[in-house]
């Protein structure tokens, strides 16, 4: 059975954004894509996804030492790490610094997809939060954030 959930995806590349972002929800999740480090951050402070994407190179930083301090944070919330720096290095720091996967760009969405869904059935979530009513209107706010950011649909596979 497919899993959905809230899948917070960090890249500098809009077009990354769009594609992902678009690809994630049509399989059902609720999205919400953003640009930066800080915005990243932002994000998770107020309510943390039930999975994290994150580019390592970022406008205002590294993202693997975002990553770093998420599962710090947020130690059952799975992070899959996309990098067009296809090194064994950043794999290597991708694992140590605690995320779930490493995925070279460029990746497949189905690929993709079928990682988000073996992070979302690992369990756990981000939130780590029990009060019903904070969960609530957390989902809340990242339906409407979703919607907001729903851009036209693109055919791409491969990203």
């Known amino acids: 059975m497919t899993r959905t959930g809230r899948i917070l995806v960090v890249d500098d590349d809009a077009a990354i954004r769009t594609v992902v972002g678009q690809a994630l929800k049509r399989d059902g999740h609720r999205v919400i894509v953003v640009a930066t480090v800080a915005e990243a951050e932002v994000h998770l402070a107020a309510t943390a996804p039930d999975v994290l994407v994150t580019d390592v190179v970022l406008p205002d930083g590294n993202g693997l030492d975002l990553v770093e301090r998420v599962v710090q944070a947020h130690p059952g919330l799975p992070v899959i790490v996309l990098s ?3 090194t064994l290095t950043t ?7 605690g995320a779930f996967d490493y995925l070279p760009k460029p990746f497949d969405l189905d690929v993709l997809s079928r990682t988000v869904q073996s992070a979302l059935a690992r369990g756990g979530g981000g939130s780590g939060r029990s009060d019903r ?3 609530s209107r957390a989902a809340a706010d990242w339906a409407v954030a979703g919607d907001a950011g729903r851009v036209s649909h693109h055919r791409a596979r491969r990203f």
């Open 84 to 86: 067009a720096q296809n």
């Open 91 to 97: 794999a290597v720091r991708s694992t140590e610094v």
């Open 133 to 135: 009513g904070r969960r």
